[in-house]
Nanobody, 118 residues
Framework: QVQLVESGGGLVQAGGSLRLSCAAS????????MGWYRQAPGKQRELVAK???????NYADSVKGRFTISRDNAKNTVYLQMNSLKPEDTAVYYC????????????WGQGTQVTVSS
């Protein structure tokens, strides 16, 4: 059974940092491209960071230079280090696997709420 469990969110002041974790089960994690998505109230879910099975990373312009995605294949876990947080980063954050067209394809987890106060 495929399961994604996100954790690490919280309330932080602008300029602060958080580290999100996503533990995956039921997939061959080491060969799976993974990404972090976020959905703010009233907005569509967007891909903010992705990492290939080989470790290559890519970021949305809105988070480039502030967020870092990484993975630990031994723990079946993908991380998102978020620094210099801004109020506009407030959203529910989810992880998922993605296809060559960047389409997420696993069942969504519950997500983790990140709230950045000004």
């Amino acid at each position: 059974q495929v399961q994604l469990v996100e954790s690490g969110g919280g309330l932080v002041q602008a300029g602060g940092s958080l580290r999100l974790s996503c533990a995956a089960s039921g997939i061959i994690f080491s060969i799976t491209n993974m990404g972090w998505y976020r959905q703010a109230p009233g907005k569509q879910r967007e891909l903010v960071a992705k990492v290939t099975s080989g470790g290559s990373t890519n970021y949305a312009d809105s988070v480039k230079g502030r967020f870092t995605i990484s993975r630990d294949n031994a723990k079946n876990t993908v991380y998102l280090q978020m620094n210099s947080l801004k109020p506009e980063d407030t959203a529910v954050y989810y992880c998922n696997a993605w296809t060559s067209t960047q389409t997420p394809y696993l069942p969504w987890g519950q997500g983790t709420q990140v709230t950045v106060s000004s």
